[in-house]
């Protein structure tokens, strides 16, 4: 096919000027392509422990896979850890679900960690909930809906959600009744409207121009109606977004000291290797931030995060540019909620951004052992 003189070349020609006119963006040391921030109006926040209190009866809803891949983050595992060495709690429950890798996969994986754990912690049998969103799979019955729903008729739950909600929205949506057995939803997600996530912030050596990857807000973007139904059931939701890890870095010297524990803690470290040196090549960082873990630390710990009562909407960002303004993300915005884009549900949680002063060395001493 000949392109000289033909609309064929004239639309190539405009497309590698778009394409180049991209990258050139990339290139230029923007601070809202180094942090992914923009202007948005401050937060008021408060010790987390003055809006809620410590977790006693838990259950963990968890898409762990760590070891399936090198660029498969350890953070579930992370949070798991932490988790089983906290003797106060009640073990109610863990259930797997799809997310950071198929729900083959995240199941193995969790059976896999549990059993490393073997009598240091009595653990409750895992279930395996969901492979797929709630728009492909529905609210079917699955092994976790079925022993999540036992585990509510029983008592009142801290629910820790480390993946997609699809699990507890099938659940609650076949016994909305058990709606107010749930104490809260503590769950990995939210940020602020234009918010994109930079880990890199500008290190040298990083992907894309030193600006490194991007991150979506990637729980509430999986399976956007089930974020939207958990907003419209009015469940206490507790959000601890990407922001917030950004404050906590996990490298090598606490993956040794981890190591050196033996056990599930060896187990996880040997399995967080090729996360943290894809963190150390290609995002620039000497450790990697460890968005799950910070989720865990909240129900143990509420007093060392800083959050605030917000308005939250469902849906799409306007303010983002393509790709991501068409991807799902659970929105904080201040009053009145913005109704830009497309709003599946609108509501109220409790969002924390920010750590207290003492949070990663208190993460250090739990992980890697005094």
């Keep these: 096919m000949k392109l000289r003189g033909s609309p064929w070349r004239v639309a190539l020609l ?5 394409a180049l006119a991209a990258i050139s963006t990339l290139m230029v040391p923007l601070p809202e392509w180094r942090t992914g921030r923009q202007d948005v109006a401050p937060l008021l ?6 809006l809620a209190n410590r977790a006693q009866r838990i259950w963990i809803d968890t ?32 259930s797997t679900v799809f997310g950071n890798a198929r729900l083959s996969e995240t199941d193995l994986a969790t059976r896999a960690l549990v059993a490393a754990l073997g009598k240091s912690r009595a653990l409750s049998a895992v279930h395996s909930g969901a492979s797929e969103p709630l728009a492909s799979a529905g609210t079917a019955d699955r092994p976790a809906s079925r022993a999540l ?12 959600a480390l993946g997609p909600l699809t699990n507890i929205v099938a659940t609650l949506a076949s016994r909305p009744d058990l709606t107010r057995r749930v104490e809260r939803v503590i769950a990995v997600m939210g940020r602020r409207p234009g918010h994109l996530f930079h880990p890199a912030e500008g290190a040298k050596g990083a992907m894309l121009f030193g600006h490194g990857p991007v991150f979506r807000d990637l729980n509430a973007a999986l399976d956007p109606d089930a974020t939207a139904a958990i907003v419209r059931m009015g469940v206490p939701l507790f959000l601890l977004p990407y922001d917030a890890a950004r404050h906590v870095e996990i490298g090598a010297a606490v993956m040794e000291r981890m190591r050196a524990r033996g056990g599930a803690h060896t187990w996880v470290a ?24 910070l989720a865990a630390s909240f ?11 917000v308005p939250i909407r469902a849906g799409t960002d306007p ?13 904080i915005v201040p009053p009145p909620v913005d109704a830009g884009g497309d709003t599946l549900a609108e509501g109220t949680a409790v969002y924390c951004p920010e750590v207290g002063e003492g949070l990663r060395a208190w993460l250090v001493e739990h992980l890697g052992g005094r």
Excluded at 299 to 309: E, G, Y
């Design 319 to 331: 303010t983002l540019p393509p790709p991501f303004r068409h991807s799902a993300a659970l929105l």
């Design 299 to 309: 129900a143990l710990r509420p007093d060392l995060h800083r959050c605030a009562i």
């Design 14 to 18: 405009l497309a590698a000027g778009f």
């Design 63 to 94: 898409d762990a896979a760590c070891g399936t891949g090198p660029r498969v983050d350890p953070d579930d595992c992370l949070a798991l850890l932490l988790l089983a060495g906290a003797p106060q709690l009640e073990w109610a429950g863990v």
């Design 45 to 50: 926040l408060v010790p987390g422990d003055q």
């Design 270 to 293: 040997d399995r967080a290797g090729g996360w943290l040196n894809h963190w150390q090549r290609n995002i620039g960082r000497a450790g990697f931030y460890p968005f799950d873990l």
């Design 149 to 160: 729903r036992a585990a509510l008729e029983s008592g009142h739950l801290t629910i820790v």
